[in-house]
């Protein structure tokens, strides 16, 4: 009995695994006649339904022979076409056949349990599986004639070029469920594979690509092909295969490619553009794909037109007159920029109005148009459904521009969110360096030392380094230290753009080198008080002094005949208020991280339904296996009868 | 454009012999003809000498906006001023075609000083530091320092010294030698009485008393009569020729006004805990 109930568990997972194949599979030859499109999907499912079966795991060999397999079914292609709409489907069994010749122990023991456990299924749940088993028996046969003949042809290693066109071609897959299910997420896993994919890219990648996927009239082929110099990718398609993909065209779907694969190419062009810093090219290519873009109104396409805006305004940062330069190439940019952030805002397009602002607001900073810069926030309502790092972007731009409108307690809150929202990889390590070092000059500025720990990080120790060095000569209150610092590390304060920012800061070290002072001496002559800040006169001592007892800074009294400062008593803190707003303070950042990180939870769309369901099969199991035990324990009683009897 | 050749000298006359009516008078013709031109606002088409003469007319129009006090009048025209000095800031980058727009009759710096320096005296130090940000970066671009212009330098010392406290330093930059213009110099009134508050306020808290001839020297006022005067306005007690400095409310029904507000607070704000504990669990 126990060992019928595990087979009747493992065979729900391997049930599950080749309705997933089904189910891919069938998207595949729906969604294109272009032969080598079923490839890549076969090859993952077929890696899956390996993989759920063998309990180990596949082992390198096994993920090689799919691998071969799939260049395998590619070649031979033509001979399966026959087979019609099977086709998608064979090659995915193909690759059991296949490897049995080659493969070793593990994957035929593999096989073998495969369809051991498709014949343990009992009848009533399994008629749908135990069909197709025979099914695939059926095209193991028929397969394994025409296999042992092409397997000559594969190669036995993986081709990166290969590689990377069967990962573009999965995203295909990917972009293609997110237009039908209506569901952003595949989207975005497309968008996150770029990264991965990035080195691959070259035009003959991208070229062999767009041959296949597009009829040769395309406008959209040739557009994408021009620019990547590659505008006679179609004649250089050998004559007879392209007979096959005019073939595979006409009679698979006469329907056009989806505007989401074109703006994922697109993206592909824009990366390799600007990775072989072709700017201008990749500038003139970027407007016009935005042209072209704009026209479309589909939810599905957000996510991907709002990387094109960014790829776009990338390029156009680079060109000749740089930024910093009033006459910089960036404001050409804004009237398209503001005119995509108007319709994004009409259309509820929340990625792209995120991602455009976020641009906007860089563009204005980089030309230190700050008013402008204002004037947007203050007429825009930034999407609060942002991704995370828009949403860090933006808090960042918005800490800059407070900070420099001495509104430091919220830059400050502004900035300490964009820290912690930054991501947290290598990669965005410079937009961490840069939010933490905006944050110490800000906290600087308030009169608060940053915490010591933040400058021991070790993505943040070498960089912020000069910034240590100025919170040392600000917490300790010495005035030639820190005009020191400034002098001696003015380039990078300068490049970072925190200069003006660090300039402010003399009135907080004289502030210090004052308390300090306060806190030292009960009494203390302005003679010595300008001495030892270094200022230039008694005068000016005394009203600094004064204006910083005014601004609460110490406690103290002036003696403008005999010229001294007198400190008064410091009381105890305890009995103020003091502690217990400090104690506020903190349970209110507790709290609203509590709601921010509530609030940051995404949960996928019809999950719940699944959740259901599942809950409903596991009562049904429950109450199958509650049945079971009631009539094991009579077994039992009838067994422990026989032994009695025994 | 010949209209407004004529009406330059006239207008330059009419400000440099303080007829300001006059130059009033003259201002608007100027700009009605300007208009008539389409060159109020320079586009690239603007024939150069064209935006050189609107420029110069607005120009004109701040300055004598300034003499007449109407900070309202001036902002107006530096914001008019702007995408002319825009296009001047194209001219000057670097690796530009030779500038077609002379420039070098632009009193942009100027116009600029005299516009951070209004900012200052009004207390606005947002848009100061927005506007200073913007120099600092041009500058930077041109491997120089905002400093290195005197009309800059000017309002940029005044506003750091204010802010340290030093107000001794701002009453000596406002003396007339220092002001690098006469234009300058009609927002030191201002500026000596904004600082004159803010020394009454810090002297209110830092001294316990003051003799009467000692505040005179710290106020900055002439006289010791001037000195008697102001300490009535601001309710100061004079006593043996001591000023005396209102002291604060006593300490003691302080703090019992403050036990009183503090329980609210807390009151409040254990609630808050509660409600948000609730919400959470």
């Given at each position: 009995?126990p060992?019928e109930?595990?087979s ?5 997972k391997s049930?599950?695994s080749?309705s997933a194949?089904g189910e891919?599979?069938?998207s595949?030859s729906?969604s294109s006649?272009a ?5 890549p ?9 390996k993989?759920?079966p ?7 060999k096994?993920?090689?022979?799919g691998?071969e ?6 070649n031979?292609?033509p001979d ?6 099977n086709?998608s ?9 296949a ?6 122990f593990?994957?035929r ?7 051991k ?9 399994g008629?749908?599986?135990s ?10 046969t028929?397969?394994?004639?025409t ?6 042809q594969t190669?036995?290693e993986?081709d ?15 972009l293609?469920?997110a237009?039908?299910?209506?569901d952003?997420?595949?989207t975005l896993?497309?968008?996150?594979s770029i ?15 767009i ?11 040739s557009?994408?092909?021009e620019?990547?110099d590659q ?9 007879d ?14 329907k056009?490619t989806?505007p ?7 993206i ?6 600007f ?8 500038a003139?290519f ?13 939810r599905?396409?957000d996510?991907?037109?709002a ?5 776009y ?15 910089a190439a960036?404001t050409?940019?804004r009237q398209t920029l ?6 994004a805002?009409?259309r509820?397009?929340?990625?792209t ?6 641009l906007l607001?860089r563009?204005?900073l980089?030309?230190?148009?700050i008013t402008?810069?204002d004037?947007l ?10 991704s995370n ?10 800490g800059?521009?407070?900070a420099i ?8 809150s502004?900035?300490v ?7 947290t990889?290598?990669?965005a390590c410079?937009f961490?360096?840069?939010s933490?070092?905006?944050l110490?000059?800000?906290e ?23 910034y240590?060095?100025l ?5 300790v209150?010495?005035l ?12 990078t304060?300068r ?6 920012l660090i300039?402010?800061?003399r009135?907080n ?5 004052i308390r ?5 001496y009960?009494r203390?002559?302005l ?7 270094g200022l230039?006169s008694e ?10 007892i005014?601004d ?11 010229g001294f400062m007198?400190s008064k ?8 208020r003091?502690p217990g707003?400090?104690?506020?303070e903190?349970?209110?950042?507790c709290l609203?991280?509590?709601?921010e990180?509530?609030?940051a939870?995404?949960?996928?769309m019809?999950?719940h339904?699944?959740e259901?369901?599942?809950?409903q ?7 199958e296996l ?15 009868g ?5 | ?9 006239e207008?330059q006359?009419?400000?440099e ?7 009033n ?15 109020l606002?320079?586009t690239?088409?603007?024939?150069p ?9 607005l120009?004109?129009?701040?300055l ?10 001036f902002?107006?025209y ?8 825009d ?5 000057g980058?670097p690796n ?11 009193q ?5 000083g005299l516009?951070?320096?209004?900012l200052?005296s009004?207390?606005?130090?947002a848009n100061f530091?927005?506007?200073?940000e913007?120099l ?15 009309y ?12 340290e406290?030093?107000?001794d330093?701002?009453?000596?930059e406002?003396?007339s030698?220092?002001?690098p213009?006469?234009d300058?110099?009609l927002f ?5 009485g ?10 209110e ?5 003051l003799?009467?001839s ?7 006022l002439e006289?010791?009569?001037a000195?008697?005067e ?5 309710g ?18 302080r703090?019992?006004k ?5 329980s609210?607070?807390v009151?409040?704000n254990?609630?808050g805990?509660a409600?948000?504990l609730?919400?959470?669990v």
């Amino acid at each position: 009995m126990p060992a019928e109930r595990r087979s009747l568990r493992s065979n729900n997972k391997s049930d599950a695994s080749s309705s997933a194949n089904g189910e891919k599979s069938s998207s595949n030859s729906q969604s294109s006649g272009a032969k080598e499109k079923a490839a890549p999907a076969t090859r993952s499912a077929s890696n899956k339904a390996k993989g759920a079966p063998a309990k180990k795991g596949t082992t390198a060999k096994g993920a090689n022979n799919g691998m071969e397999e799939n260049d395998q079914s590619q070649n031979n292609r033509p001979d399966s076409t026959e087979n019609g709409v099977n086709g998608s489907e064979d090659v995915e069994m193909g690759e059991d056949t296949a490897g049995a010749p080659t493969s070793s122990f593990n994957t035929r023991k593999d096989r073998n349990g495969d369809e051991k456990m498709t014949v343990v299924v009992p009848p009533a749940k399994g008629s749908r599986p135990s069909k197709k088993a025979g099914q695939e028996k059926d095209e193991d046969t028929t397969m394994e004639g025409t296999e042992p003949g092409d397997s000559e042809q594969t190669e036995p290693e993986i081709d990166p070029t290969t590689k990377a066109i069967q990962d573009i071609k999965i995203n295909f897959t990917l972009l293609d469920r997110a237009v039908t299910h209506f569901d952003p997420r595949f989207t975005l896993r497309v968008l996150r594979s770029i990264s991965s994919m990035r080195k691959h890219i070259t035009p003959e990648v991208l070229a062999k690509v767009i041959v296949d996927i597009y009829p040769d009239s395309s406008s959209m082929a040739s557009f994408l092909l021009e620019a990547i110099d590659q505008a006679n990718a179609f004649e250089a398609v050998p004559a007879d295969l392209k007979m096959d993909l005019d073939l595979e065209k006409t009679k698979g779907t006469a329907k056009d490619t989806l505007p989401e694969v074109d703006a994922y190419l697109a993206i592909l062009v824009q990366i390799y553009l600007f990775d072989e810093r072709k700017i201008q090219q990749g500038a003139d290519f970027s407007t016009n794909l935005i042209e072209r873009l704009r026209n479309l109104n589909r939810r599905t396409l957000d996510s991907l037109t709002a990387r094109v805006y960014f790829y776009y305004s990338l390029f156009f940062e680079k060109i000749a007159p740089l930024p910093p330069s009033p006459a910089a190439a960036v404001t050409s940019i804004r009237q398209t920029l503001l005119a995509a952030l108007r319709t994004a805002v009409l259309r509820k397009d929340v990625d792209t109005q995120a991602t455009v602002m976020t641009l906007l607001l860089r563009n204005y900073l980089s030309t230190s148009h700050i008013t402008q810069a204002d004037l947007l926030i203050s007429h825009n309502r930034f999407p609060a459904a942002a991704s995370n790092n828009q949403i860090a972007r933006y808090l960042y731009y918005l800490g800059r521009i407070r900070a420099i409108q001495l509104q430091y307690t919220e830059a400050h809150s502004h900035l300490v969110g964009a820290t912690r929202k930054s991501p947290t990889s290598h990669s965005a390590c410079g937009f961490y360096q840069a939010s933490h070092k905006l944050l110490v000059v800000v906290e600087l500025l308030m009169g608060d030392i940053p915490d010591r720990s933040i400058f021991r990080q070790p993505a943040l120790e070498k960089a912020l380094h000069p910034y240590l060095l100025l919170a040392q000569a600000v917490s300790v209150g010495d005035l030639d230290g820190f005009l020191n610092t400034v002098n001696t590390h003015s380039p990078t304060f300068r490049k970072d753009g925190t200069y003006t920012l660090i300039l402010r800061l003399r009135q907080n070290v004289i502030k210090t080198g004052i308390r300090m002072m306060s806190l030292s001496y009960s009494r203390i002559s302005l003679r010595d008080i300008c001495l030892r800040l270094g200022l230039d006169s008694e005068e000016s001592a005394e009203y600094i002094v004064a204006k910083a007892i005014r601004d609460g800074v110490i406690e103290a009294t002036l003696d403008h005949e005999h010229g001294f400062m007198k400190s008064k008593e410091v009381g105890d803190i305890y009995a103020t208020r003091e502690p217990g707003e400090a104690f506020h303070e903190r349970i209110r950042a507790c709290l609203a991280l509590h709601d921010e990180s509530v609030k940051a939870m995404r949960f996928p769309m019809n999950q719940h339904r699944l959740e259901l369901k599942s809950a409903q099969e596991a009562r049904e199991r429950e109450r199958e296996l509650a049945k079971e035990i009631q009539e094991g324990d009579m077994d039992d009683e009838e067994a422990g009868g026989d032994f009695d009897a025994i | 454009m010949a209209d407004l050749k004529t009406l330059l000298p006239e207008l330059q006359n009419a400000l440099e012999r303080r007829q300001l009516d006059a130059a009033n008078d003259l201002l608007s013709k100027a700009k009605r003809a300007l208009l008539i031109q389409n060159a109020l606002i320079p586009t690239p088409t603007t024939p150069p000498q064209l935006v050189v003469l609107g420029r110069q007319v607005l120009e004109l129009g701040a300055l004598a906006s300034i003499r007449q006090t109407d900070a309202q009048t001036f902002t107006r025209y530096y914001q008019q001023l702007q995408p002319f000095y825009d296009l001047e800031r194209h001219v000057g980058g670097p690796n530009q075609p030779k500038a077609k727009v002379d420039v070098s009759t632009s009193q942009r710096s100027k116009i600029t000083g005299l516009y951070l320096l209004l900012l200052l005296s009004s207390g606005d130090s947002a848009n100061f530091h927005t506007v200073l940000e913007g120099l600092v970066e041009e500058a930077s671009l041109k491997d120089a320092r905002v400093e290195d212009d005197a009309y800059i330098k000017y309002p940029v010392d005044l506003e750091r010294n204010l802010m340290e406290g030093s107000y001794d330093k701002v009453w000596r930059e406002t003396k007339s030698e220092r002001v690098p213009d006469e234009d300058f110099g009609l927002f030191s009134n201002v500026l000596i009485g904004t600082i004159r508050s803010e020394i009454a306020d810090c002297s209110e808290k830092a001294y316990p008393s003051l003799p009467i001839s000692n505040a005179k020297n710290l106020l900055f006022l002439e006289s010791e009569g001037a000195v008697i005067e102001f300490a009535e306005q601001r309710g100061w007690i004079l006593r043996d020729g001591r000023i005396y400095f209102p002291v604060e409310p006593e300490a003691a029904t302080r703090s019992e006004k403050d036990i009183l507000l503090a329980s609210g607070t807390v009151i409040e704000n254990t609630l808050g805990y509660a409600r948000e504990l609730e919400t959470i669990v």
